[in-house]
């Protein structure tokens, strides 16, 4: 397993597409922080606050995550290397667990450079260091957590097809239904209590929890169990297939 995530993240920076999406994230959210006027720009909003990228990071990864888990396993389908996969001593759970690994450690290095972002605003605060810092750490745990869902959600439609743009498609439309989409449905009128139901459902409501600084367990339990469905999903699509 571990060979095969070092293969995954390797291929990743042997090719454009590990610094084209560590790129793109940098370069969309240093525009809006830092040079193009409006609510979002930090030298412009007259507060030391980080709260614009953890309100615009998730919509970038919307894209940016199913871009990257779109070949993971429809590469493999397409060009018929699954099979060779699996004829080595690994299980269906290691091959998909390198894989999601693999995904989620590309998000994670294309989120370290922000941390320059939150030393600026460190020495930008007045005093310096005069930050909710439980309220950024919180914000940043939370945006890994939801880029990791993002990231089962890609692999198990990666493991649907094998044409990458389909599975690029359908993973930014079931990231987006869970990100925002139960929130749109609990807003319906007549719901009742089912609306609260709803709006638990929807990754936002815990990532906007742990994004105040406090870790729930009942937010960590959320996140948790959204992976493991669609890492259970993505196992069981594959253990259907006849090689």
């Known amino acids: 397993m571990l060979a095969l995530w070092k293969k995954e993240v390797m291929a990743f920076f042997s090719s454009l597409t590990g610094y084209l999406v560590a790129g793109v994230f940098l370069v969309i959210t240093a525009l809006f922080l830092w040079f193009i006027p409006g609510n979002m720009n930090i030298p412009l909003g007259g507060y030391a606050t980080l709260d614009a990228l953890f309100w615009i990071a998730p919509w970038i990864y919307l894209f940016l995550v199913p871009a990257i888990t779109m070949r993971l396993l429809a590469d493999e389908l397409r060009g018929g290397t699954i099979e060779l996969l699996l004829t080595n001593p690994i299980t269906y759970w290691q091959v998909v667990g390198a894989k999601y690994l693999a995904g989620v450690t590309l998000v994670v290095i294309s989120l370290l450079p922000t941390l320059l972002y939150f030393l600026s605003v ?12 439980g309220a950024i750490w919180g914000s940043y745990i939370g945006l890994v957590l939801l880029a990791a869902v993002y990231a089962a959600i890609g692999l198990f439609t990666s493991s649907l097809t094998d044409n990458q ?11 987006y239904f869970f990100y925002d989409g139960f929130a749109a449905l609990a807003s319906l009128s007549g719901l009742g209590a089912v609306s609260g139901v709803l709006v638990s459902m929807g990754i936002d409501e815990h990532y906007q929890s742990i994004s105040r600084g406090v870790i729930d367990s009942r937010d960590l339990i959320y996140f948790g169990g959204v992976i493991a469905f669609f890492l259970v999903l993505t196992k069981t699509v594959l253990g259907s297939r006849r090689w």
Not at 122 to 133: C, E, I, K, R, S
Not at 165 to 175: P, S
């Open 122 to 133: 460190h020495f930008l605060a007045q005093p310096v260091g005069n930050l909710d810092h």
């Open 165 to 175: 743009i389909v599975a690029f498609l359908m993973a930014v439309v079931l990231c």
